[in-house]
């Protein structure tokens, strides 16, 4: 199956939003741990519950593209019944 520009964007963003949120909670740790270990495991757990949040719209934005081609192809081949049983 041939993917348009838009799921190639969707699926490089999900791969770079991972890896934000990889490397943003090691990088959120270390800066944080100077505070104390329990905040800064605070303000990781954050984070990353943040990142897991937009990194969620972004695969409900892939979800309901794939749903409007599936539903635009179903539209498709009820026209072609219709017509075919109106003649």
């Known amino acids: 199956m041939q993917k348009d520009i838009f799921d190639r964007i969707i699926s490089f963003l ?4 991972w890896a934000i949120v ?3 909670a090691l990088l959120t740790f270390k800066i944080f ?3 104390g270990l329990g905040f800064s495991f605070f ?3 954050s ?3 943040v990142s897991l949040f937009l990194i969620l719209a ?3 934005f892939s979800i309901n593209r794939q749903k409007l081609v599936e539903i635009k192809k179903q539209t498709k081949l009820l026209e072609k019944i219709y017509s075919k049983h109106t003649k």
Request: charged share 5%; no cysteine.
């Open 33 to 35: 741990s100077v505070l």
């Open 14 to 17: 999900l791969g770079a939003s």
């Open 43 to 45: 303000i990781t757990i």
């Open 22 to 24: 990889f490397f943003g």
């Open 58 to 60: 972004l695969d409900a």
């Open 47 to 49: 984070f990353v519950l």
